[in-house]
């Protein structure tokens, strides 16, 4: 089991953030993860990473049951590409010394990387195109150029769970299309990373995502295959207001309803 999450509550300053969350995610299933502002997204990944202790329940990653394993251990099997990690990163590295950095997941590179680092690095840069980025530093990048690099630091540590977490946000319709595509590849690679992808937004739910979870008001609005969940029907009373769902190149396509749209 790559996410085994049961009855997990979490209060803070007697507010319930998140309350009483099942979530189980098994190998081989690719998940998106969908919820409004405020909903409880980073709240469930920070528990889900170990950085937050969950005020009830139990959790278990890659079948390790916290509050039994060394949690700095896990966490080196699981990625999370954020974009609070992507203001922490230093400007004036080049793109191919923050790929590197990926392998003990620090923020610059402290020990010399060996020549398989190297190469696997080299690998991940020409796996996704960017080649001709290797030797820009990070902070002259574009944002779309930014998140490729993110996410194949976070791969250099051959992680067993990736967490992309909205790494769409600021992008335009063609980067963010060229970003959606680098991360099918990584969820169609044989012994690849389970995905968790974050988002606000239907239509990036790609077809290799098995699975999505509603997370509302902190708690499961309903979680399961996509073909149950992307419905009309279920989005409309998700979202609390009626929507359209056209299907087209795999992808589900959203609308606000006629009698929705505010003139
Ligand atoms: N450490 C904390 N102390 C108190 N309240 C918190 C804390 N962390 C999060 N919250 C509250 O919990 C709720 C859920 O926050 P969270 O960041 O998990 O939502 P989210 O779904 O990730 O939102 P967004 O899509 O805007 O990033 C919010 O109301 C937030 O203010």
């Given amino acids: 089991m790559i996410i085994d999450v ?13 309350d009483q969350i099942n979530w189980q995610v098994s190998e081989g299933e690719h998940w998106c993860l969908v919820g409004l502002n405020g909903s409880g997204k980073t709240s469930l990944l920070k528990i889900i990473s170990g950085y ?3 005020t009830k329940g139990e959790v278990s990653v890659l079948d390790n049951l916290y509050g039994t394993v ?3 251990e896990v966490r080196k099997s699981i990625g999370w590409v954020s974009t609070s990690l992507m203001s922490q990163l230093h400007e004036h590295e080049t793109a191919f010394r923050v790929i590197l950095s990926g392998r003990e997941a620090t923020i610059g590179l402290y020990t010399a990387p060996t020549v398989e680092d190297k190469q696997q690095a080299q690998e991940l840069l020409e796996m996704f195109r960017c080649v001709h980025l290797k030797n820009r530093p990070y902070g002259a990048l574009s944002q779309g150029e930014r998140q490729k690099v993110l996410i194949a630091r976070a791969l250099m540590a051959k992680p067993r769970l990736l967490i992309l977490d909205e790494p769409c946000t600021g992008l335009d319709l063609l980067s ?4 959606l595509a680098m991360i099918e590849q990584i969820a169609k690679q044989p012994g690849g990373p389970a995905l968790v992808y974050v988002t606000h937004h239907i239509e990036e739910i790609l077809p290799c995502f098995t699975h999505t979870l509603l997370l509302k008001d902190g708690k499961v609005y309903q979680a399961g295959e996509n073909d149950q969940v992307l419905t009309t029907d279920e989005l409309s009373r998700f979202f609390g207001v009626s929507v359209n769902i056209h ?4 992808r589900s396509w959203i609308s606000l309803g006629e009698e929705a749209i505010v003139r």
């Fill in 6 to 18: 049961k009855n997990v509550s979490w209060q803070r300053d007697e507010t319930t953030i998140l």
């Fill in 52 to 54: 937050t202790w969950p």
């Fill in 70 to 72: 060394d949690l700095r």
């Fill in 176 to 179: 963010r299309e060229q970003l």
């Fill in 247 to 250: 299907r087209s190149q795999g």
